[in-house]
T-cell receptor, first 109, second 114 residues
């Protein structure tokens, strides 16, 4: 079975401060990990995936297989980063995504 | 390209009624996925369809729920004899090929069962 856990439901940071969203997963094989974002009144959209190893909008995420984690980080949060963030996993069925419950991030001026 | 379209955006039904949720994939996409998000939870996979075929319905409840993706027209998720526990947000995603990295999500349908 595959499972994704996001322990923080809400996260509030000041503009310019670092932000880290935690994501832990359980899966017996080699998963593919993703971060999705949903801005206010917009659709769920892919932010980044671990395979691409790229930085999107200043965000990075490193897959740590030993700790089974895929935390999302940004060194300097901006107000436009306020959104709902979901960590997701896909396993051998490469079309099936499993999502965490999400973390609502609020960046205050 | 208007993106994945879902309608209605909000649907209210009384217990025992039927709910029909529609999803029009992006142009050129022949793969459709339905996910359900219960309150305070993440999205959960329900079913994966290609045109006229159900590929994987392992996440869909065995009773009362059905899905189709006909040759012409939108994909339909049908819930018969709705119960309060069916209240959730139902999201549809589409892709041009099988996979996760190319899934584009619709805005969702919020179903409320009274």
């Amino acid at each position: 079975a595959q499972r994704v856990t996001q322990p923080e439901k809400l996260l509030s940071v000041f503009k310019g401060a670092p932000v880290e969203l935690k994501c832990n997963y359980s899966y017996s094989g080699s998963p593919e990990l993703f971060w999705y974002v949903q801005y206010s009144r917009q659709r769920l959209q892919l932010l980044l995936r671990h395979i691409s190893r790229e930085s999107i909008k200043g965000f990075t995420a490193d897959l740590n297989k030993g700790e089974t984690s895929f935390h999302l980080k940004k060194p300097f949060a901006q107000e436009e980063d306020s959104a709902m963030y979901y960590c997701a996993l896909s396993g051998n069925d490469d079309y099936k995504l499993s999502f965490g419950a999400g973390t609502t991030v609020t960046v205050r001026a | 390209n208007a993106g994945v379209m879902q309608n209605p955006r909000h649907l209210v039904r009384r217990r025992g009624q039927e709910a029909r949720l529609r999803c029009s994939p992006m142009k050129g996409h022949s793969h459709v996925y339905w996910y359900r998000q219960l309150p305070e939870e993440g999205l959960k996979f329900m079913v994966y369809l290609q045109k006229e075929n159900i590929i994987d319905e392992s996440g869909m409840p065995k009773e009362r729920f059905s899905a189709e993706f006909p040759k012409e027209g939108p994909s339909i998720l049908r819930i018969q004899q709705v119960v309060r526990g069916d209240s959730a947000a139902y999201f549809c995603a589409s892709s041009p090929r099988q996979g996760t990295e190319t899934q584009y999500f619709g805005p969702g349908t919020r179903l409320l069962v009274l």
